[in-house]
Structure formats: C-alpha cells, structure tokens
C-alpha cells in the first residue's frame, strides 16, 4: 500500500513539472525549417534607357539558427526588361528570361534588441537586413540592338549568360502564432537590390558600369519539421 501512494505522488508530481515545463515554453519555441514562395515586381537598371516594370516568382528554404537569424536558400524565376526601339536614343530594347539560384543571411531586429519592455523595439524586432551570393542565368527573348535614330549604330553582346551577382535586402517579416505562441506561418514583404557583376544580362556589351535591378517582393512561409526553443520569449 505505502509502494503504491508513493508512486502515485511520485507520478503526480512528474505530471505537474511536465506541465509546467511545458507552460514555460509558450512563447519561446519556434521552427528550425521553413518553406516560402513569393511574387516580385522587377525593374532593371544597364544599357537602356526607358524602364519597364517586369514580374517573378521566387521558392525559398530557410534554416533559423534562430527566429530572428535566418539562412535561406533561394530560386527565383522571371523576366526583365527594358528600352524602347524608338524611343530611346540609341534604339535598344530587350526582354529577358532569368533564373537565378542563391544563398542570403538574414538578421532580424529581434536578435540585438530587448524588446521584452519597449513597444517601439517589439514592433521593430521583425525588421531584417540581408546579404548573400548567387548566380544567375539569363536567355535573351528579344531585341534591337539598332539605332532608328542613328542609322548604322549597333550594340553588340550576348543572348545568353550567367554572372555572379550579390543581392541586398531589407524587409519586414510579419508572424503568425499558433495556439502554443510557435511563429509557424510568417508574411514577408521586401524590397531587394541585386548587383551583377557582369555587363550583358541585357544582352548589350557597352559602356563601363554593371547591370543590377531591383525588385519588390511579398511572400509566405511556413514552419516544418523540428521545433527547438529561442533563449528569450519571441511574442509579446
């Protein structure tokens, strides 16, 4: 009789620290993996002139060393495009199609601040840079490279390449919680500058200066697989 009240206390009182743990955590856990998608808005920046709006796609996973350090793997798919036959002075005009693959640190406000005590430091603890490198590829869909004005003028280059290039970023990750505070889905709304460190994603060789375009960006992730503890409550 006394082995058996012993072990039902025993029993309770493993079931009550169980609990409690558990209580303890709310708030502080988080997934180690995410998978995204996202839509982006280019616009290219070489050797035309007239601007021109373009659209893309981009797949990512995410390991988070923690909820506010992110290392992301990401594939982007699009167009780019730009000039006016003419209208611009020299009568370039393209459209691309591009694929790039690349790997980004992400660092959120979250990391650095305490936001435990400041609604200004809560609200800006989802604020993130980044940096990272990559490859892209691009395959030349169409284009002039003669002048109408300047009649004989050509611009030479390529209909295809591929060119390391480094994306910066800066963006706002906005968290969703479930029932026990995890931030399982996450809305991310950015704005990206990607350098080329090449002349001819355009497809015309001239002048001394890179190619770059940026892009607006809104997508959606979520959680998946392991789920591991943050040092400090990540909801308030």
Do not use: W
């Not at 808005?41 to 981009?58: C, H, L, R």
């Not at 393209?94 to 992400?106: N, S």
């Not at 950015?190 to 960006?217: C, P």
Request: hydrophobic share 35%; with cysteine; net charge neutral.
């Amino acid at each position: 009789m006394t082995k058996l009240i012993v072990r039902t206390a025993l029993l309770t009182l493993l079931t009550c620290l169980t609990s409690l743990i558990s209580k303890a955590q709310l708030g502080y856990d988080y997934g180690r993996y995410d998978v995204g998608f996202s839509v982006g808005f280019n616009q290219f920046f070489g050797d035309v002139v007239t601007p021109k709006s373009t659209k893309a796609v981009n797949f990512n996973f995410n390991y988070n060393q923690g909820p506010f350090i992110n290392y992301i793997f990401e594939a982007q798919f699009g167009k780019l495009a730009g000039g006016d036959a003419v209208n611009d002075p020299l009568g370039r005009q393209f459209a691309a199609d591009y694929q790039y693959y690349a790997l980004r640190l992400q660092l959120q406000g979250g990391e650095i601040l305490d936001y435990s005590r400041d609604g200004l430091a809560n609200a800006f603890k989802n604020l993130y840079v980044g940096a990272g490198v990559g490859i892209i590829y691009d395959n030349i869909s169409s284009i002039n490279r003669y002048s109408i004005q300047f009649p004989g003028y050509y611009t030479p280059g390529v209909d295809k390449s591929s060119q390391v290039f480094i994306p910066f970023r800066i963006g706002y990750e906005f968290k969703f919680f479930n029932r026990s505070q995890r931030p399982d889905i996450k809305l991310d709304i950015g704005y990206q500058y990607n350098k080329v460190f090449g002349d001819e994603l355009d497809g015309f060789k001239a002048g001394h200066l890179d190619d770059a375009y940026t892009q607006f960006t809104i997508g959606v992730k979520f959680s998946l697989g392991e789920v591991t503890s943050y040092r400090k409550q990540i909801s308030f």
